[in-house]
């Protein structure tokens, strides 16, 4: 029982590299990866310290390997929030070395807050998130995204790609008020534009936020 006690008290990003820029030297080879392969960059570094990134679509296994060339070529050290499974050794240290967090989706019990404690306490992070949880083409989102930008009081970047096209960057920041739809019907708008894409989340995932609220005014506020 002490085990499990001591256990739980270590950092959901205990051994993650955590970046804070990537150099001009980085920066070219992420271009030149993505020029090698035949992709393209779109859209800019968001000019903010700290903010989420939502990615979408998540369809591929390669989605990752070319999201973290995209993020040296627009020099936005992200921090990846990835499920636990691919965690196994030696690929494990590698991830973690390039920026990831273990998440284990099967007990998802205070990694928004965890999340929320980390991106308050650094002075740069970007936290890089894929909404949808599955390549497999989930019915509703997963809300992480939302609610730790919203706890934390940073933006939301919106991360996109399109394997057709042969592009994959960011667009603009959306900064949340606490009012998830409200919000969610310009989080829609924006990735229908972008990608086609029409997000929805489950119907109980409102009333759990209005609940958060009311337990702890603090977090639904933002910039």
């Known amino acids: 029982m002490a085990e499990m006690a001591q256990h739980s008290k270590i950092p959901i990003h205990h051994r993650t590299k955590k970046r804070t820029e990537f150099g001009p030297v980085t920066r070219w080879i992420g271009s030149t990866l993505l020029w090698l392969l035949g992709w393209r960059v779109v859209g800019k570094h ?6 989420i990134i939502a990615c979408a679509p998540h369809t591929s296994y390669w989605d990752f390997p070319l999201t973290f060339a995209a993020a040296m070529a627009l020099g936005i050290p992200g921090v990846f929030m ?5 965690f196994w050794w030696p690929l494990g240290v590698l991830v973690r070395w390039m920026g990831c967090i273990p998440i284990n989706r099967r007990s998802p019990v205070g990694i928004v807050d965890q999340m929320v404690q980390v991106v308050k306490e650094s002075e740069k992070i970007y936290v890089v998130i894929t909404p949808e949880g599955t390549t497999k083409g989930a019915p509703f989102w997963k809300l992480g995204f ?20 042969k592009w994959i960057g960011v667009a603009d920041l ?16 924006r990735f ?9 989340y489950r119907p109980q995932e409102l009333e759990h936020l209005r609940l958060v609220a009311r337990e702890r005014p603090d977090t639904a506020t933002t910039d």
Do not use: Q
Not at 146 to 165: D, K, S, T
């Open 46 to 51: 968001p000019g903010v310290d700290k903010c």
């Open 82 to 86: 990835m499920k636990d499974s691919v």
């Open 146 to 165: 939302y609610r730790i930008a919203n706890g934390a009081g940073v933006p939301i970047l919106f991360g996109i790609m399109n394997y057709r096209e």
């Open 174 to 189: 959306f900064h949340t008020t606490g009012d998830l739809e409200s919000d969610w019907r310009e989080i829609t708008e």
């Open 192 to 200: 229908e534009a972008y990608v086609g894409v029409t997000p929805r």
